[in-house]
């Protein structure tokens, strides 16, 4: 790209990619920070410089649709498939830096650069179409280009955790209407996968048994909150749910990312998968807001254990009602604990019924 960031596309078929930036761009130059909270025992990132990114332009001034002779944007093709590039608002940064003298910090807070990776992944050319709306063949495409970011993301030294994920809608906070995910490469395990992985090594020494696995064989067998099923994958509502609408989507057989996903897998999840969202879809007269989080094991060097993890789906929503959204207020934002304005049965039992 005319900065300096990298931009791959990945197609169905070879197809030659010749097209030029043409843009004058400065070079790209993100300075971010990591701030541990000795409290919480997790890290916090700084990246100031986010603050002047890109924000809901109109769809004429899209900077995630192709290129136009008229107009040059991000991507410099004038049609793709796939096209996955460097960030260029990134909350992590690239490359190692030095942190700025006038920077202090108590003796119990640790502080490092925002060493990791920010990639956007725009899963198709066309400005008005979803993911729900992307045919089984370009779904398998998107797996397989997550799971190649993955691999190549998580053999860097200093990574250790790669996170694939889709914000969609503007009550999520996109600030981007085109289809569009995003894979960040952080250098530390998220407060998420590490208090999931104690839980799993804790029950895997009291009851010699994979957590992940005895929760989907439970949900799998009263179904009750089953929402679609295939071969491979099933579809649920957590009976733990802590947001309005919240589906987790497991494939049937162990695997602790998405790379390790063989080929009947990521098939049968580009099947069941856009049918899940419809359902998001449907449920309500507009289509609801939701985010889509790849939860995957640790990178390998990251010293957490992987053997028990099981890669899975968490798709959720703040919409609770037609015309209200779940704010998190005091018990969520101040203690953390949720409180749900919904019962995941009937839940379910909803997107069953628009499916």
């Not at 830096?97 to 956007?120: H, I, N």
């Not at 053999?155 to 995910?181: K, M, R």
Request: with cysteine; aromatic share 10%; glycine share 4%.
């Amino acid at each position: 790209m005319a900065d300096g960031r990298t931009i791959r596309y990945y197609d169905a078929a070879p197809v030659a990619r010749l097209a030029v930036d043409t843009r004058d761009l400065p070079a790209a130059h993100t300075s971010s920070q990591a701030r541990f909270d000795p409290l919480l025992g997790e890290w916090v990132v700084v990246a100031s410089h986010r603050q002047s990114r890109t924000f809901l332009p109109p769809a004429d001034l899209c900077p995630l649709c192709p290129s136009t002779p008229e107009r040059a944007t991000e991507i410099p093709e004038t049609d793709y498939q796939i096209a996955v590039f460097d960030n260029r608002f990134p909350s992590l940064t690239p490359v190692h830096s030095e942190l700025p003298e006038s920077v202090q910090a108590a003796p119990q807070t640790l502080l490092r650069d925002g060493f990791g990776k920010c990639e956007v992944v725009c899963f198709t050319s066309a400005h008005d179409s979803s993911f729900a709306q992307l045919e089984p063949d370009r779904v398998r495409l998107v797996v397989d280009v997550w799971a190649e970011r993955t691999a190549e993301l998580a053999s860097l030294d200093g990574i250790g955790q790669v996170f694939c994920f889709e914000n969609s809608g503007a009550d999520i906070g996109v600030t981007l209407a085109h289809p569009h995910g995003q894979i960040y490469a952080y250098p530390f395990v998220t407060p998420r996968v590490a208090k999931i992985a104690a839980n799993v090594a804790k029950y895997r020494k009291a009851h010699a048994a994979n957590l992940f696995g005895d929760v989907l064989a439970a949900e799998r067998a009263a179904g009750i909150r089953v929402v679609a099923a295939n071969e491979e994958w099933t579809a649920f509502v957590p009976p733990f749910a802590r947001w309005p609408y919240e589906v987790q989507l497991y494939p049937h057989r162990q695997v602790a990312d998405i790379p390790d996903l063989d080929d009947a897998q990521r098939a049968a999840f580009a099947r069941l998968y856009p049918d899940v969202l419809r359902s998001f879809a449907r449920r309500f007269p507009a289509p609801m807001p939701y985010v889509a989080a790849w939860n995957q094991a640790p990178t390998p060097n990251s010293g957490v254990p992987r053997q028990d993890w099981w890669l899975h789906l968490q798709l959720f929503s703040i919409r609770r009602a037609a015309d209200k959204l779940k704010y998190l207020a005091g018990s969520e934002s101040g203690m953390n604990v949720f409180i749900s304005d919904t019962t995941p049965e009937q839940v379910a039992a909803e997107l069953r019924e628009v499916r």
